[in-house]
Each structure stands twice: as C-alpha cells, then as structure tokens.
C-alpha cells in the first residue's frame, strides 16, 4: 500500500462515545499532520508532529487527543464530542525537519468523515 | 503572518473553455504557493508547486500557475477544462522557516458544463 492511508473513512458517534482515528503513511516522512475541513470553512490546522514529537497545537480543545508512536502513525482520540465537531478529518505527511528554505509538500489521506450525534 | 484570498467560491466554465482560477496571497516574507485539488469524497493531491524557481510552474493533468510578485497573485489556469476537472481546488501558501505549515484559502468549487 502506498501514500497515506486513514481509517474508518466515515465514522458516526454519540457526543459520550469514544473513539479513534488512525493515520498511516508509507512515504517514509517524518512529519505528519491533523486538519479539520468543515463546510464553506478553509482548512484548519490541529496538530503537527516531527519526528513523533508535537510541535503545533493550534487551540484545539482537550476533547482531540492526538498520539504519534511512531513516525509512520498518527491517531485521533475523540471523547465527549460536540455536534460541531463533524467535518472531514485529513491526515497529512511530508519529509519533517523542517529545514528553512525548504518547501516540505505535504501529502494528503482520503480523510474520515465524522458524524457527531 | 500569511494569508491567501481566492476570489469566487463557485466557478463555472464550458468543457473545452479556459479555466482560470484566482488565488492572491499576503506575506512578509517570500512564499511558497501551493496549488491542491480536492475531488468529493477525497482527500488533497497536490497539484503544482512555486518554491522560488521558475515564476511560471506546470502541474499535473494541464493545470500551470504564474506567481507575480508585483500582484501578489498566483491564478491556476488550464487551456481547455475536461469535464474530469470538476472539483474543488485550494491555493495555499507557506513561508520560509516554517515550511511545515500551510494556510489554506477557502477554496474555488469548479462546474464543467456539457
């Protein structure tokens, strides 16, 4: 399998239900990404880890848990969701390191589509 | 800080018409741009790339961009639109010393009509 994978591709959950996304690539990249894409709304960035270690949180409630075991997955823990947490959830990869001047494309999954009740 | 505008949430345009999509961004510093199309059910793929070199940068599937720093502009174009063409398409742009971050504008929704 090549590219980034993301599992489930839908998911609907009850705001006391806990559940978790999983993030896989296979592209050999250090750095790898959580955005939320909701309706008529740009891209938001949640999380970002290089190297297994977060180094972006951008306000994201305590409700988002992310975990980076290794530098191939990445998860999304949900708990006690709200209704406006439904969107498509995106996982992203790309080299890391960060090195300025560099361009670091990132590589997008499919994304799981997540249905708060 | 960065920002970028994409002007038109909806685009029309006939099969075989030109496609022109417009992006326009704000930094300090010199960007990177990025072009990413987004087809329903899907995630993003990116399309093409500025990263400095050549201001005018070929993609994938026809598309190319031209950055012009005097308009701080860099619309997506393609000759002749396919009907496989129908999709969302994001400009996003990226400063230098902190590539790992992409601010995303709000997306262009392209119709290719029969």
């Known amino acids: 399998e090549t590219g980034v994978t993301q599992t489930p591709r839908h998911l609907v959950m009850g705001m006391t239900n806990k559940k978790s996304l999983k993030c896989e690539q296979h592209l050999g990249h250090n750095a790898m990404y959580w955005y939320k894409q909701s309706a008529k709304k740009p891209l938001e960035l949640m999380f970002v880890y290089n190297f297994k270690e977060q180094t972006e949180n951008n306000s994201v409630p305590s409700r988002f848990s992310p975990e980076c075991p290794n530098s191939s997955h990445l998860f999304l823990h949900l708990h006690t969701l709200q209704p406006e947490d439904s969107a498509l959830y995106l996982c992203a990869s790309s080299r890391g390191s960060g090195t300025s001047g560099t361009t670091d494309t990132q590589y997008f999954g499919p994304g799981t589509r997540l249905t708060v009740l | ?114």
């Open chain 2, 1 to 114: 800080a960065q920002s970028v505008t994409q002007l038109g949430s909806h685009v029309s345009v006939s099969e075989g018409a030109l496609v022109l999509l417009r992006c326009n961004y704000s930094s300090s510093v010199p960007p990177y741009l990025f072009w990413y199309v987004q087809y329903p059910n899907q995630g993003l793929q990116l399309l093409l790339k500025y990263t400095s070199a050549a201001t005018l940068v070929k993609g994938i599937n026809g598309f190319e961009a031209e950055f012009k720093k005097s308009e701080t502009s860099f619309h997506l174009t393609k000759p002749s639109a396919h009907m496989s063409d129908a999709a969302e398409y994001f400009c996003a742009v990226s400063v230098s010393g902190s590539a790992r971050q992409l601010t995303f504008g709000s997306g262009t929704q392209l119709t290719v009509l029969p």
